[in-house]
């Protein structure tokens, strides 16, 4: 049988928030978060691969104890289990020390055929999680996948196309794989009642820090983390143009030339 796991975040809904123009943070106060965008892209392409090929499909998320609802959500279209990593000593991670965490707390509940991931996400889009949890579960990587074709369990090799600029790449890789994930194929599933009933009395599994043996605590949240972020501000934007429109193209141009020798 096939162990899936995907890795999903709960984000702000970044159209909603604003940034604090005195001290250069981001309010999140009142900013209603949602499960990351392609995440649910990423959980759709597992679900379909559990139709097809069958498995078990786990969910993890690194977040706090609210990011619960992210995981109900997928557990409502078609993920079997899901894991909560939370914990203060987890806070203020960079992506270096958020991958440790996952994977320390992810090896806990068994080693995984198949990883999926969202691309990127709406808040930290760095784009650099997917590589780094394959470094660390010691898979390959599929980066821009956008559809599973075949999976031969017996063999341990999976044949998956890949978005480029220039066309469809295919690939025969060998399981374990981590993907990062195009929606084109996947479009995100939609729950049933049946579903959400079992998603709501579903168990979450949460992880803390002190759950996961040897787990090293220099290696996670602000200590376990080199990227140091020392200031935020909105990007300057340029001044708007000028639409130059006097009824016709001669005065118009006359217009332009004022406007370019400083008339
Ligand atoms: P990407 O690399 O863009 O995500 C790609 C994919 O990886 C996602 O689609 C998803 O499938 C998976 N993924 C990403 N994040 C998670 C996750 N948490 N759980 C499961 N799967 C995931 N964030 C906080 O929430 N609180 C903090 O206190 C905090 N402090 C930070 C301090 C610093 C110095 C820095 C640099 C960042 C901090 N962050 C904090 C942001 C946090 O490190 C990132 O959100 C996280 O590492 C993921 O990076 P990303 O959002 O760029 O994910």
């Known amino acids: 049988m ?13 159209d909603q928030m604003k940034m604090d123009p005195e001290t250069g943070t ?31 499909i786990t969910l993890i998320t690194m977040g706090p104890p609210n990011a619960e609802a992210a995981l109900r959500e997928c557990l409502a279209v078609g993920a079997d289990r899901a894991i909560l990593v939370t914990d203060r000593a987890f806070g203020n991670a960079d992506t270096l020390a958020t991958s440790y965490s ?14 999926f991931c969202g691309k ?14 394959a470094e ?16 031969d369990e017996a063999k341990g090799t999976l044949t998956v196309e890949r978005e480029l600029e220039t066309g469809i790449e295919t690939l025969e890789v ?4 981590l993907f990062t994930m195009e929606k084109t194929h996947y479009p995100a599933r939609i ?21 996961i043996p040897g787990l090293d605590r220099g290696r996670i949240g602000d200590p376990g983390s080199p990227t140091k972020v020392p200031r935020m501000f909105p990007p300057v934007l340029p001044e708007p143009g ?20 400083g008339v």
Do not use: H
């Open 191 to 211: 729950p049933n009642l049946k579903g959400k009933m079992r998603a709501k009395k579903a168990e979450i599994i949460t992880v803390t820090a002190d759950d």
């Open 2 to 14: 096939l162990n899936i796991l995907v890795c999903v975040k709960q984000v702000p809904d970044v």
């Open 174 to 177: 060998d399981l374990p794989c």
């Open 102 to 115: 996952i994977v320390s707390a992810a090896k806990m509940y068994g080693s995984y055929d198949l990883i």
């Open 120 to 133: 990127e996400t709406l808040d930290g889009a760095t784009g650099q999680m997917g590589a780094q949890l």
């Open 26 to 56: 981001l309010v999140r106060a009142g900013v209603p978060a949602i499960l990351n965008p392609l995440d649910a892209n990423a959980l759709a392409a597992a679900v379909t691969v559990k139709e097809t090929w069958g498995g078990e």
């Open 136 to 151: 660390r579960f010691d898979a390959a990587q599929v980066t821009s996948a956008s559809l599973i074709k075949e999976i």
């Open 242 to 261: 000028v639409i130059i429109d006097e009824g016709s193209v001669e005065a118009s141009v006359a217009k332009l030339f004022e406007v370019i020798k």
